[in-house]
């Protein structure tokens, strides 16, 4: 039975016999890290193809479908165009903070693919804090934002910047409270053991009732994180240009381009281990095939991020106020009423379990 | 409570405009709209009436219906039209008459308001249906309507 | 434009590209925060010269002017300076010819408000509204592109009638059409109209009194959505509109989901009228002979249309030959635009896109 962490384990005791300590754990860091740069690009290109298809099939149109079959190198002739561009920059543009902003999202978002559990073993950092991490990292990802829009020297981005790091930072809140509501069934931080809890059924039907509500205003604020429809006032694109990224051009606009789709995918792959079981089956009915657990945990976070891109083609655009009202009106008052009730029922034992 | 009744019927107005996008992604196989064009020449067939451009249709001898009255020079409102004509003696009756030696139109120019064929009092001019009139050169957009050598019909003035 | 302002206020410029206004209108914001102090329109980046073309030309080449002012309504707007030429010339047309300019100057009504509703809900966010509305308006224009030829710029109007008649096919398409958009219109509302975030966006934004908007000149759905009742086909019928009933959509809030609802409301009336004409168009001619070079005696002519727009008004002044001395068009937009200041001071950036929306301008019949 081929297990990921057998071949791991293979090529780690190869690597060790045939170089001294160090080297080794240096080359093995330098794999890994390479290994998830390529998930990253791949996903990111795929992701940016589907969104294009999905987009076009809610206009009644076909989307691309002509660059390689079905559309498939789209990406990849953008990708090219994007690097062919020259790298403009404003003249009194602060040029370290300039170049330095595109960083912070890439990084943060590597950061946050690092943590999750594609299948057994397959983990690259299995801290106890798992939950904690994520969270604090996305915190970092609004940095990057506002040097964006703050040293490309521009009112508009200015704006766009200033709007956007408001919101990120309100709806983190709701974010971690509606993690918050399921930890109190798990009891534990760390992601490969919530995956553990959840063999007895998903957390999402053992918390029925609070885990229902909590789903919910955890897609809503996770749309809002990651500046997407209906929360896309910072670059709301028929009114001031394109918010924070407008002077930027080439591959930095690619890495802020990036960086939102790989955002959205990690926000749907956090709710896909927290409510719906990472790479466990249904009814647990594949068990015994290794492996498998990949297609899984991809076929759940893609059905969460087609609910995602189903938001952003049908709903018209918040307001400014209307969105930190209903984040601050709204969804705290009913997050913290929910943390409550999920609290009663975890105590009287009202849980579903398998 | 009004809270939570106005949540509750928010979110039902939302999952309402939901279900409509919703329908068209599932039936979006058949229902795009989108022609593909370059590939779909073949079946393309443009409406009798469509406006794509002026000529001057000719019969199997090369004849066409243009008696050079410039009816259609005086009604265009700028100038598309330019007839280049001439005295000459026509054979039959031996009487001096207008003929055309060009017809040149400024494709360039034309808004396709559609007056010079409407005033043209021989049908010497329709519409084509032709809309594919890009170019590499802007004077191949000036065309000569009537073919090298070609005559007037005869029983046209009738 | 004054330079005097406060030093903590932005001024930002909505340039003249730019994907929310319709069109190259520039304005000139001047803005505190989110909150908007001023809106200055600049106009005139796609001025023509029309009303001095028309100068120079004959009045059956004056008609496909007007195609290219207010480019969505192409058919009403040939519709009236046919209709001043045929009245200074004290022409009597057919009745069939009265009926047929109605039905197809409804038809361009729909079709404007399709795309209207397109751009609303773009703008506001919703980006696939912009797709179902054009597919609607796809089947209007195949049915203008199989009568008259064209799709935007019809030029089917001539003075003293019709340039040639209908086709065979036209009734028919047009029943179909209708069938086909009482189903979708439920659709609209069902996406844009009952959604709760467009009632936010929207109730209670860019509120317009009937005083202001009588004495601005606001016509159309502008004003009728004010209380102020002002549309021309009922007050000063033309063509067969004596002839049929329909309801005069009326709202008195004034805001912008007031004069959204009035042109979901409008294209309901619309319908209505075409499916009372449609089926009993009078046979007849289609055109009365007029001569090949149109004089019109001495003297001022006036005639006001009902645009998807507003009124649209065109003043002759001839002194006798086969040009006109003067001609001027009053176009709807430019009375509705110069409320823009009134309405959106003191809201924020986002109501006054939504605004500028509904007010539906179309920048080529602003400056013509």
């Given amino acids: 039975m081929i297990r990921a962490l057998s071949i791991t384990k293979g090529i780690h005791d190869w690597l060790f016999s045939i170089m001294s300590e160090n080297a080794a754990h240096l080359v093995e860091m330098i794999l890994i890290a390479l290994v998830y740069l390529a998930i990253f690009a791949i996903a990111g290109l795929f992701l940016v193809l589907i969104e294009r298809r999905v987009a076009a099939w809610f206009q009644l149109r076909i989307g691309p479908n002509r660059v390689g079959f079905q559309g498939l190198l789209q990406t990849m002739a953008d990708a090219l165009k994007l690097l062919s561009k020259e790298l403009t920059g404003t003249e009194k543009a602060d040029k370290f903070l300039y170049n330095l902003a595109p960083y912070f999202v890439i990084i943060t978002a590597l950061m946050a693919l690092a943590v999750i559990p594609f299948t057994q073993d397959f983990h690259a950092f299995d801290i106890n804090i798992g939950i904690l991490f994520l969270i604090a990292i996305s915190s970092i990802g609004v940095i990057g934002i506002l040097l964006g829009g703050w040293s490309s020297n521009n009112k508009f981005a200015l704006i766009g910047a200033m709007r956007s790091g408001v919101q990120t930072i309100s709806y983190e809140l709701s974010i971690g409270l509606s993690l918050l509501t399921m930890i109190l069934i798990t009891g534990t931080l760390q992601l490969s053991e919530i995956v553990e809890v959840q063999k007895n059924g998903w957390l999402i039907v053992q918390g029925h009732i609070p885990a229902i509500i909590a789903f919910m205003i955890y897609m809503i604020a996770g749309t809002a994180e990651t500046n997407r429809a209906p929360f896309d006032m910072a670059e709301a694109e028929s009114e001031l240009g394109a918010g924070f990224h407008t002077e930027y051009s080439g591959m930095k606009f690619a890495y802020f381009f990036l960086a939102e789709f790989i955002n959205m995918f990690i926000i749907a792959a956090i709710a896909t281990t927290v409510f719906f079981g990472a790479w466990l089956s249904p009814f647990g009915i594949t068990e015994s095939i290794p492996l498998l657990g990949v297609f899984w945990f991809l076929a759940k976070a893609m059905v969460l991020v087609f609910l995602m891109m189903w938001f952003r083609w049908t709903f018209p655009r918040l307001r400014v106020d209307q969105l930190l009202t209903l984040e601050w009106k709204y969804l705290l008052p009913l997050n913290l009423m929910n943390i409550v009730i999920m609290a009663l029922i975890v105590w009287q034992n009202l849980t579903i379990q398998f | 409570m009004s809270y939570f009744s106005d949540i509750y019927k928010g979110i039902k107005t939302l999952l309402t405009g939901m279900s409509v996008t919703g329908k068209y992604f599932l039936t979006s196989r058949k229902g795009a709209i989108t022609q593909q064009y370059p590939d779909n020449r073949d079946t393309l067939k443009m409406f009798d009436r469509f406006r794509g451009e002026v000529i001057m249709p000719h019969d199997e001898e090369n004849r066409h219906r243009c008696t050079g009255c410039q009816k259609c020079e005086i009604a265009c409102p700028n100038g598309t039209i330019e007839i280049i004509w001439d005295r000459g003696i026509d054979e039959e009756t031996g009487k001096k008459k207008k003929k055309i030696d060009q017809f040149v139109y400024h494709l360039s120019m034309c808004t396709m308001c559609g007056l010079c064929i409407d005033v043209c009092p021989t049908d010497a001019i329709e519409w084509g249906q032709n809309f594919e009139n890009s170019v590499y050169d802007r004077t191949a957009l000036t065309r000569v309507l009537n073919k090298p050598g070609s005559k007037l019909m005869p029983g046209v003035e009738d | ?368």
């Fill in chain 3, 1 to 368: 434009m004054e330079t005097n302002f406060k030093s903590e206020e932005y001024f930002i410029n909505m340039g003249p590209q730019h994907p929310a206004t319709h069109g190259v209108l520039r304005l000139l914001l001047t803005i505190d925060g989110e909150i908007i102090k001023k809106v200055e329109p600049d106009l005139g980046y796609i001025h023509r010269s029309i009303e001095k073309m028309c100068e120079r030309d004959s009045y059956q080449q004056i008609v496909h002017l007007t195609d290219r002012m207010d480019y969505l309504s192409s058919n009403i707007n040939n519709e009236a300076v046919c209709l001043t030429v045929e009245n200074a010339l004290e022409i009597e047309v057919p009745n069939r010819v009265k009926v047929i300019r109605t039905i197809i100057g409804e038809l361009t009504r729909i079709s404007s408000h399709c795309l209207w509703w397109g751009v609303m809900g773009m703008d506001v966010g919703a980006l696939t509204t912009y797709f179902y509305g054009f597919r609607d308006r796809e089947l209007i224009n195949d049915i203008f592109e199989e009568t008259c030829g064209a799709r935007l710029t019809m030029n089917y109007n001539v003075p003293g009638g019709l340039m040639f008649d209908i086709h065979p096919n036209f009734i028919k398409r047009v029943k179909d059409f209708i069938i086909h958009f009482k189903t979708k219109l439920p659709e609209y509302d069902r996406l844009l109209t009952n959604n709760v975030i467009f009632h936010k966006r929207t109730k209670g934004v860019g509120i317009l009194t009937k005083e202001d908007a009588i004495s601005f000149g606001a016509s159309g759905p502008v004003g009728r959505a004010s209380g102020y009742s002002c549309d021309v086909r009922k007050h000063h019928p033309y063509s067969a509109l004596d002839k049929v009933t329909f309801n005069e959509a009326l709202k008195t809030e004034g805001d912008t989901f007031a004069r959204y609802e009035v042109r979901i409301q409008e294209m309901w009336e619309s319908m209505s009228i075409i499916e009372q004409l449609i089926d009993n168009i009078p046979e007849g001619e289609h055109r009365v002979a007029t001569n090949a070079v149109i004089k019109l005696p001495k003297g001022e002519f006036y005639q006001r249309v009902e645009t998807a727009r507003g009124e649209l008004g065109v003043y002759i002044i001839s002194t006798g030959t086969k040009n006109p001395y003067r001609l001027k068009f009053r176009s709807p937009g430019f009375s509705n635009l110069s409320l823009l200041n009134h309405i959106a001071v003191g809201g924020k950036i986002g109501d006054l896109v939504a605004t500028m929306a509904t007010l539906d301008l179309v920048i080529p019949d602003i400056d013509r």
